[in-house]
């Protein structure tokens, strides 16, 4: 069984700077397509915050990002990094790590990683 696990979240004031990591391992994996990385608040849905293809050709950011964030990838390690710097409060949410997988059988899923929580506080 394919999992995704999400680490480098955690708590930090305005303006401040966090990475965050998600690798894929687990059951058979061919070949993975896009990656990213969503959040959501509680009581709300869940939203893209970046996402970007295989080769990296194209990465698409959520307007709310404005620059601050950086998504990145090592497909030979299967891992997806989103680097966000000058946090705001706003940016507070459980980011879940998303990867769209070919697997066993050439049959291609969306896994989801269970999220790491991010806090931007004073």
């Known amino acids: 069984q394919v999992q995704l696990v999400e680490s480098g979240g955690g708590s930090v004031q305005p303006g401040g700077s966090l990475r965050l990591a998600c690798t894929a391992s687990?059951?058979?994996?061919?070949?993975?397509?896009?990656m990213g990385w969503y959040r959501q608040v509680q009581g709300k849905e869940r939203e893209m915050v970046a996402r970007?293809?295989?080769?990296?050709?194209?990465?698409n950011y959520a307007d709310f990002v404005e620059g601050r964030f950086t998504i990145s990838r090592d497909n030979s390690k299967n891992m997806v990094y989103l680097q966000m710097s000058s946090l705001k409060p706003e940016d507070t949410a459980v980011y879940y790590c998303?990867?769209?997988?070919?697997?066993?059988?050439?049959?291609?899923?969306?896994?989801w990683g269970r999220g790491t929580q991010v806090t931007v506080s004073s």
């Open positions: 687990g059951g058979y994996i061919f070949k993975i397509n896009d």
């Open positions: 998303y990867a769209d997988i070919i697997g066993l059988g050439y049959a291609r899923d969306d896994h």
């Open positions: 970007m293809t295989r080769s990296g050709s194209s990465k």
